[in-house]
């Protein structure tokens, strides 16, 4: 791995920045353009761009994809929930940024995602 101290420091403010803006845009999906699947997008994506600035050893790599197939576990089941539930229990006000389960589920659909994008960078890693 390349010992770029210029691209580690800066990477690690941007990757703050990048992940708060993941957040966003999962918190906000219900109000604007984006949603659970395009913030966990955004967010997986920074996890993998973290990995190429500052390198992860075989055993780190194990134990990261363990948790991400974990998080894609949690995040199925969260999203298989809401159809056991009635209808009524979603919301549907306007312009609130919490809107009970509907903030959940958007959440549990960015962690899917983001986790399911670490499963494929590890996989294709490869030794």
Known sequence: MNEDIVVRVTFRYVLLLIQVYAFYIILHGHLSPGGGFAGGVVLGLSMVL?????????????LHLHIAIFLIGIGGAFEGIKFFLPKEVVPAAEGELFLGLLSVM??????????????????????
Do not use: H, N, W
Request: proline share 0%.
């Open 50 to 62: 973290y990995f190429f600035a500052f390198g992860v050893s075989r055993d780190a790599q194990m």
């Open 106 to 127: 958007s959440f549990a659909i960015g962690m899917l995602v983001a986790s399911a994008i670490l499963v494929f960078f590890y996989l294709l890693m490869g030794d």
